[in-house]
């Protein structure tokens, strides 16, 4: 393996700006005659200005790590449009595909936040290379279960909960390497890369799903994720060796380093409130519960079928435009600033959908949702990665995957019993404007993140 990457000079900025970031009285560390600074960002002229930044890819090891990225976003939806489909078909019931959903939401939470505690004090590419092997044998085992006939439920279980929870281990181990890829600037750049990737597999994998389902059948589904996930390991492997920065390898990673993280971040206001802008816009403004209701209620003179996909589309949709418009981001400077304005429009944007009597305007307002979605993503990955030091990292982003995964289905819980007590329309309605209440109180009460910049 080659390790003399050029990403030797931008991890080594990367962690002066972090440290910079974790002690404001500490001055700058001065510039490196070895390693000048990348050119600014106003050479951009014209469309370039909002086309999508790809600085970073010039950068080897992050490029391999965005490859991996590429691949895995569109197979990894295959398993996860595969196994509700397949539990569906053994139970015909739809509680079962809620139960497997519980089964692992559980082990990614543990495991997200242990993993954390892990990327911290080991090489995090091999943790990559352990984790993405173990996913990749979980999809194996999916695609032979489903080519033995087994049908069982109790079987599917265990292997979405051990899918999981590889996949908590490996989310922070991921998104903390970015660091250390990339220099501090084009940071924002490579969350927005990295991000619109993960919304298109959202869109274009269930549709591949749903179109090679009829054709090839549930197990070759399985394989190709599987055959997907070897050419994951391929690019980690090529990756240059990611030890901690402190010299603490071979460290404990048990319950008292989780919680060390947590204190950390408690000690951080702006990461503390990084973390509560992403709760408060899933948990009180995510309307996905709502969408079934309302395509078979408000929206049924536009087809039942029709508006249901228009609606849980609309979002990851805008999402994807943000993304594929984003190269203002890294010139954004006040990324506090940005995460809350993002959030506000955010809620404003879903208020406006639930305001909506048209399927087409609901429509809209959600995609503009998903572009302020795909703002608040970048900037909130952009501030844990600039505002905590490299030994923390992992374990901070062990805490986002938690939040993440969590907020939503929260959410789906909130909104799912608000709309059978007031109706659609104002659950979601008012859970967007609770969105931008809440933010904005937030915002005033704690001045930690309008203050953040890079």
């Not at 015909?92 to 242990?114: C, K, N, T």
């Not at 609606?311 to 984003?326: E, I, Q, T």
């Not at 969590?406 to 608000?418: F, K, Q, S, W, Y």
Request: with cysteine.
């Amino acid at each position: 393996m080659d390790t003399s990457e050029s990403s030797d000079a931008p991890e080594a900025r990367t962690e002066a700006a972090a440290r910079t970031a974790s002690e404001p009285g500490r001055p700058p560390d001065p510039p490196d005659p070895q390693n000048p600074p990348d050119p600014p960002d106003a050479v951009r002229r014209g469309w370039r200005r909002w086309a999508m930044d790809t600085r970073p890819l010039r950068r080897p090891a992050y490029r391999r790590l965005w490859s991996s990225t590429v691949v895995t976003a569109v197979g990894s939806q295959l398993t996860a449009v595969a196994v509700p489909k397949q539990i569906y078909d053994i139970t015909g019931s739809s509680a079962w595909v809620g139960y497997a959903s519980v089964a692992g939401l559980l082990p990614l939470v543990v495991f997200a936040l242990w993993g954390g505690a892990v990327a911290d004090s080991m090489d995090r590419r091999k943790l990559l290379l352990i984790t993405n092997t173990g996913i990749a044998a979980t999809s194996v085992l999916f695609w032979l279960q489903a080519a033995a006939g087994l049908d069982s439920v109790a079987v599917l279980m265990v292997l979405l909960a051990a899918q999981q929870a590889f996949f908590g281990l490996n989310a922070p181990a991921r998104t903390a390497s970015i660091a250390r890829l990339v220099p501090a600037g084009e940071l924002a750049a490579a969350n927005a890369l990295g991000s619109t990737v993960m919304q298109t597999g959202l869109v274009a994998g269930p549709l591949l799903a749903g179109a090679l389902i009829p054709v090839i059948g549930l197990p070759e589904l399985y394989l190709l994720d599987a055959l997907a996930l070897c050419v994951t390991l391929w690019a980690v492997a090529r990756l240059p060796a990611l030890p901690p920065l402190d010299g603490s390898a071979g460290r404990r990673a048990g319950l008292r380093e989780v919680l060390e993280g947590f204190r950390y971040i408690a000690r951080h206001k702006v990461l503390l409130l990084s973390f509560l802008a992403d709760v408060v816009a899933m948990v009180f403004g995510m309307p996905r519960a709502l969408f079934p209701q309302l395509a078979a209620e408000t929206y049924a003179p536009y087809g039942e079928g029709l508006a249901l996909g228009l609606l849980f589309a609309a979002v990851p949709l805008g999402a994807v435009l943000g993304g594929l418009f984003s190269g203002t981001f890294s010139r954004a400077r006040r990324h506090g600033w940005m995460v809350i304005g993002a959030v506000v429009a955010w809620g404003a944007a879903i208020a406006g959908s639930g305001l909506s009597g048209s399927l087409w305007l609901a429509v809209v307002f959600l995609a503009a949702a998903g572009v302020a979605d795909m703002v608040s993503m970048v900037f909130r990955g952009a501030i844990l990665l600039s505002a905590a030091t490299d030994e923390m990292r992992g374990r901070m982003q062990g805490v986002f995957t938690v939040v993440v995964a969590g907020g939503p289905r929260l959410a789906d819980v909130l909104h799912g019993t608000a709309g059978a007590a007031f109706g659609p329309r104002t659950a979601m309605t008012g859970g967007g404007l609770l969105v931008v209440a809440v933010m904005l109180g937030l915002a005033c009460a704690v001045p930690a993140l309008r203050r953040h910049r890079v």
